[in-house]
């Protein structure tokens, strides 16, 4: 199921009353970027949507919230999970990800859970970085994660918590898919 995170971006950037430029001058990205991200073209990575909720001051869960009431617990069966696709850099190429939310009713988490399914090896290794920690578990296939200068190769099983201020990425070891538990907080 895709859920419509630019149409949220962009209720907060004409309730603010900012222009495309507005955003983009603060948070780092192309006016591009912003307006594709708005109309749903294309899907930010999770570091760019962290930058992005920072910038509003919102947690990366409002864009995935339904309007319903506060709930003290949460259930999400697996058919119920809100796919991100299209996961798109600031240069406008492809990630070869994309990421589920584990969590969108519960509201003012301190963790965002997601499931991340790396499909192939990207052609370029941007690292992106934003504020507070990651945590990575490789449920299934072989993942290397860049951590500034370092590269570590993790198994299944293997697991990898860091600072997320460090410019990280995660991506497929040998270009078969990888499909990796991310706990993200801010």
């Known amino acids: 199921m895709e ?20 955003v983009a001058r603060e948070t780092g990205f192309s006016p591009a970027l912003i307006s594709q991200i708005e109309n749903n073209n294309v899907s930010p990575p999770i570091a760019t949507l962290s930058k992005i909720a920072r910038f509003f001051d919102v947690k990366m869960g409002h864009f995935f919230e339904e ?39 519960k509201r003012n ?5 997601f499931m991340v399914t790396v499909s192939e090896r990207a052609g370029e290794e941007t690292l992106y970085n934003h504020e507070g920690e990651e945590f990575l578990l490789i ?8 951590l500034e200068e370092e590269r570590f190769e993790l198994d299944e099983g ?11 990425r995660l991506l ?3 270009g078969d898919e990888v499909r990796v538990l991310a706990v993200v907080t801010r």
Do not use: C
């Not at 988490?109 to 859970?113: D, I, L, N």
């Not at 293997?158 to 990280?168: E, M, P, S």
């Open 172 to 174: 497929s070891r040998d």
């Open 158 to 168: 293997d697991a990898i918590y860091f600072d997320a201020a460090l410019r990280h």
């Open 67 to 105: 309007d319903e009431e506060e709930r003290k617990f949460e259930v999400v069966k697996r058919d119920d999970r809100r796919v991100v696709s299209r996961v798109i850099s600031k240069a406008g190429t492809g990630h070869g990800y994309t990421y589920e939310a584990l969590s969108f009713r």
């Open 109 to 113: 988490k301190k963790m965002e859970p």
């Open 139 to 146: 449920i299934g296939g072989k993942a290397e994660v860049i």
């Open 3 to 22: 859920y419509n995170i630019g149409a949220k971006i962009k209720k907060l950037r004409k309730a603010r009353k900012l222009t495309l430029q507005d």
